[in-house]
């Protein structure tokens, strides 16, 4: 993108500023996308613990209990449960199945899932009843996350603009004028104000999709 904008306007800091932003937009894109996965995996995860509790009380095994449950959740929960059942069904033991469940989806909640399951291929034990407090655990998570994020949706909206509108500011003069980029770098200062607020600007975007991730963490 920096590249052709380069070859039409023939300015650099345009076309490095168009080159940063063909990269943060695809980023963004993926970030908003994966995320939207992670939130629909973890809505549907209490109800497929209990589901699968249920399946475990009417008297099926874990692995048909798994196979019911994995046939009958949506996606994309229902997509990592089917994927592995496939590799249960190549002659992997369910333990190993679902281990890595957590960081293939990056929702850490199924961490306690796959604990159960495997606590219960290598000890035994009343399954249904671990099931059972898992589901009430990961509610009562979902309920307190959620209100954490209703009481700091403001700093979070903040925390966006203060990113965002820096950008557009640019974007308007430029778009005014066309020659604003090229006269602000003709001068030594005009230079350093430039490149200065790049720099923080990426510190403070870093800092603050940090910070997001940390409270975002389930």
Not at 157 to 173: R, V
Not at 197 to 202: P, S
Request: a positive charge.
């Amino acid at each position: 993108m920096g590249g052709l904008i380069f070859v039409l306007t023939e300015v650099i800091p345009l076309s490095i500023l168009c080159g940063l932003l063909g990269i943060a937009l695809p980023l963004a894109a993926a970030t908003i996308i994966r995320s939207t996965r992670q939130k629909r995996i973890r809505a549907q995860l209490p109800e497929a613990v209990e589901e699968l509790a249920r399946s475990a009380r009417s008297g099926r095994n874990i692995e048909s209990a798994l196979h019911f449950v994995a046939g009958d959740t949506a996606s994309p929960l229902g997509d990592e449960l089917r994927l592995a059942i496939r590799r249960m069904d190549m002659g992997i033991d369910i333990a190993t199945a679902v281990r890595d469940l957590p960081e293939r989806t990056g929702v850490p909640a199924l961490t306690m899932l796959a604990s159960a399951i495997s606590l219960h291929q290598d000890t035994g034990g009343d399954l249904v009843q671990v099931l059972e407090r898992l589901a009430a655990a990961v509610r009562d998570r979902m309920h307190f996350i959620n209100r954490m994020r209703a009481a700091t949706i403001s700093s979070r909206l903040g925390a966006g603009l203060m990113l965002i509108i820096p950008p557009l500011i640019i974007c308007f003069y430029v778009f005014r004028d066309p020659q604003y980029l090229s006269d602000l770098m003709s001068s030594f200062w005009g230079r350093l104000t430039f490149w200065s607020g790049v720099a923080l600007q990426i510190v403070g975007a870093t800092l603050v999709f940090r910070i997001l991730r940390k409270t975002a963490r389930f």
